[in-house]
């Protein structure tokens, strides 16, 4: 009994402990604002940040103004909040007030406030630092959970953007959550992207949907390059280059007039105006859906995989580099590899921009060179995927990774790339340029018929005709001059009459064809087939000629033939029963 009467007394005393420890000296210091109010703003958060923008108007904002301390002077010192909690003021405007709720509010004299709660997020205003006219400070929410939510000013749009964040988790997830009232109206989604759009794009969108396989793509940039994003990506499809530009604020690498950028919050393309539009027709609307470019969006999507990989690989790290050091070469070059993995296009133009680039002796002669010159010449986007894709073929994955993981977390790229490949960063760059030059007959090889995979396969009107002419070509003699009958002579009208009916006067372009072939249909109606060896081209109306070799068969719309050897030699059928010889300068000659 005596016992319990003492631990009752002791708790007893334990309670009252803070009125006793109260220093009744301590000067009691007001609101700035509503000098007699005593009482804390409390505010309700929820659990876990919003990760959708129509949510984000339930989140409270503080301000600095309903909670800042008025000090009667600047003397560093203990005082009493308006709540009875504790104060301490180092110098003006940087203090710290443990509240009696558990909160407690810090202030810095560089316009930096915190707010942390004991069950709720801690909220954070950054002072706007620099010569920034006009700028708003940054906020920040950071939730228990490791949610957070960040409102940063753009300065070039004047306006807030919003981002929901959580890098603690593996992978990290981070995307901007978009405000639909300053967006085009349309909405597609697309796997993880969310496009915002106007009607320029709905062609491309549907093509993308159709075309777009996500999980080869996704398995293959984690499976080789440990990329990934498991997140939200919002995309914004902008109709004309000014209105990205000015988005973004700034223009695109090399003055390019379509592209985009791929950031790790976020995705922008361009440019709608200049995409086809749907017709009504249903063939036209098909090929173009065929013939939309869709390496940009591959491009642009590998450069939110590797930021948000780089977020991924910062978490839980301290004392690391705000922005990655520039390695444009790598940045544009990985992008542009992985993107010519699923657009054969986009691969071709690497090779064909690189050639042009040796030829023309813009190769640099060092590495520190190469970072230099930057995006000047548009280098990394040739040069640079190339060096990734030496790396990649010749050093394996790991290497890809690593060098990677390296500069994203700090080192510097020379040094990233000497650790990662065992030679210098110079020597890299010699052994990718002869490299490309030593395979270069061998990566060009039938570049055209590769580059048309998937367009419209044009067809020839008579196709057993065609076949057969691809099976065996044309049987020729050794001179025009052997050559009596007419029915010698192929008929090369027959043979490469092709079905343009839907697209005459319409479109104008490539479309693949049947085995080895290929065609190109121009607006006024001529159109040229092409195989490795030979080629067809259609004059309405006209004729039709055929080369192969040096020679040349050519037949009229009325029926008349004609072969004209290497050698300038020929032959002519005006009718099947009428024909002349002729001799290399064009004088018909008696036979």
Request: charge should be neutral; charged fraction near 25%.
């Amino acid at each position: 009994m005596f016992q319990k009467k003492i631990i009752l007394l002791f708790i007893f005393v334990i309670n009252l402990f803070p009125i006793f420890a109260q220093d009744p000296s301590r000067v009691r210091v007001p609101y700035l604002q509503g000098t007699n109010r005593t009482d804390i703003t409390r505010y309700k958060w929820g659990i876990t940040a919003p990760n959708r923008f129509e949510d984000i108007s339930g989140v409270p904002i503080p301000q600095i103004g309903e909670l800042r301390l008025k000090f009667p002077v600047n003397t560093p010192s203990f005082y009493s909040g308006p709540d009875g909690g504790e104060v301490y003021l180092w110098k003006k405007d940087n203090y710290r007030w443990t509240r009696s709720d558990g909160s407690i509010l810090t202030e810095w004299e560089n316009g930096t406030w915190k707010l942390e709660t004991p069950d709720g997020p801690n909220f954070t205003s950054f002072g706007v630092f620099g010569s920034c006219s006009g700028c708003l400070p940054k906020i920040q929410l950071d939730w228990k959970d490791g949610s957070k939510l960040i409102r940063d000013w753009v300065p070039h749009r004047k306006e807030f953007a919003w981002v929901f964040q959580k890098n603690n988790a593996s992978p990290a997830l981070n995307w901007q959550l978009i405000d639909p009232s300053k967006t085009k109206p349309g909405r597609f989604q697309v796997s993880k992207y969310s496009f915002y759009h106007s009607s320029d794009w709905d062609l491309y969108l549907q093509a993308l949907k159709e075309n777009f396989p996500a999980d080869e793509f996704f398995a293959f940039a984690k499976k080789e390059f440990d990329m990934e994003n498991i997140g939200q990506v919002p995309v914004l499809l902008f109709d004309k280059n000014g209105e990205m530009s000015a988005y973004q604020g700034k223009e695109l690498p090399g003055g390019s007039e379509e592209g985009g950028f791929g950031g790790q919050n976020s995705i922008t393309l361009c440019c709608g105006e200049k995409q086809i539009k749907p017709t009504g027709n249903s063939v036209l609307d098909e090929d173009a859906k065929k013939r939309a470019f869709l390496g940009t969006f591959y491009h642009e999507t590998i450069h939110n995989l590797e930021q948000m990989t780089c977020l991924s690989y910062k978490s839980g790290l301290a004392n690391l580099p705000k922005e990655n050091l520039p390695d444009p070469w790598f940045d544009e070059g990985i992008a542009n590899y992985i993107a010519g993995q699923f657009s054969i296009s986009k691969k071709y133009y690497i090779y064909e921009e690189l050639d042009k680039k040796i030829q023309a002796g813009k190769i640099p002669s060092s590495y520190a060179a190469l970072l230099k010159h930057g995006y000047q010449d548009l280098l990394p986007y040739s040069l640079g995927a190339y060096m990734v894709e030496y790396m990649h073929k010749s050093y394996g994955s790991k290497t890809v990774v690593n060098y990677n993981k390296d500069t994203c977390l700090g080192t510097d790229s020379a040094l990233a790339l000497e650790k990662a490949t065992g030679v210098s960063a110079d020597q890299f760059i010699s052994l990718a340029v002869a490299d490309f030059q030593s395979k270069k007959s061998v990566l060009f090889s039938d570049s055209k018929k590769k580059t048309l995979q998937g367009y419209t396969v044009m067809a020839p009107v008579n196709v057993k005709a065609f076949q057969n002419f691809l099976e065996k070509g044309f049987s020729l003699p050794a001179s025009p001059f052997d050559i009596q009958n007419y029915e010698e002579i192929p008929s090369v009208r027959e043979t490469f009459l092709a079905s343009v009916e839907p697209f005459f006067k319409k479109i104008e372009g490539d479309f693949d064809g049947p085995g080895e072939s290929t065609f190109f249909l121009w607006k006024s109606g001529i159109y040229k087939w092409q195989g490795k060896t030979w080629e067809a081209t259609y004059f309405p109306g006209n004729q039709t000629v055929f080369k192969k070799d040096g020679w040349s068969v050519i037949e009229w719309e009325d029926g008349k033939r004609r072969v004209v050897s290497s050698d300038g030699t020929s032959v002519m059928f005006w009718k099947k029963d009428q024909k002349g010889y002729f001799d290399s300068a064009g004088k018909q000659i008696k036979k």
